[in-house]
């Protein structure tokens, strides 16, 4: 039987916000901007979701800072994987999820820079593909990256993703006909057109999820578990 287990990177896989949190007090003091002002930094971040030329620019205009925006760009990009360090017990689940004869893939949104940083964090040799939107030309939701990375890794789409944001991992999951949980990061469910199959906390415990299921069918779960 076809095992498939699909999981995104930033605040799922790797702790996003505590690097972010750790970059970003870092450029306060290097900047000589009072480290109080994290939180109008973390506002134009948005959570990663500002792509980093547009954060550059506002932060630059916010706090008037004089250096280019193309060595700022270079600064972080150079920097900025260090801060994500080795997530040792998502290693661990992955590695028992692997000899169960599951195939693993990495789903996600953003620049190739994403594969910096799953190697900076030893992540990389973990999985049989690692799609990245930039690279592969489509991002999720869209359908097309869940079955571009079932296909390299030479299986049909049933299985699982595992993902933090609402929007793209979960409802993408959802109509690539995926089982999906939701990596909750302390919110509350909203959503009422589609909702996850299961919620977590961390990829170890979406594991044992998955682990815990891998008795029935991996596709879709019935219609009782959708609105």
Known sequence: MDRLALFDVDNTLLDRQAAFEHWAADFLVANHI?????????????????PRDVFFTQVKERFGIATSLDQLLDNYHQAYANYYPTPHETIRALRE???KGWKLGVVTNGPASQLTKLDAA???NEFDVIC?????GVRKP???IFEDAARRCGVALLGWMVGDTPGTDIEGG???????IWITRGRTWSETAYRPDALATSVPQAIAIILASSDESPGRTSSKARP
């Open 122 to 124: 030893h992540l990389t």
């Open 142 to 144: 869209d359908v097309r």
């Open 97 to 99: 999820l692997r000899t």
């Open 174 to 180: 959802w109509r690539a006909g995926l089982r999906t």
């Open 132 to 136: 990245v939107s930039e690279i592969v």
């Open 34 to 50: 009072d480290p109080s002002q994290y939180g109008e930094l973390s506002s134009i971040d948005n959570d990663g979701v500002t």
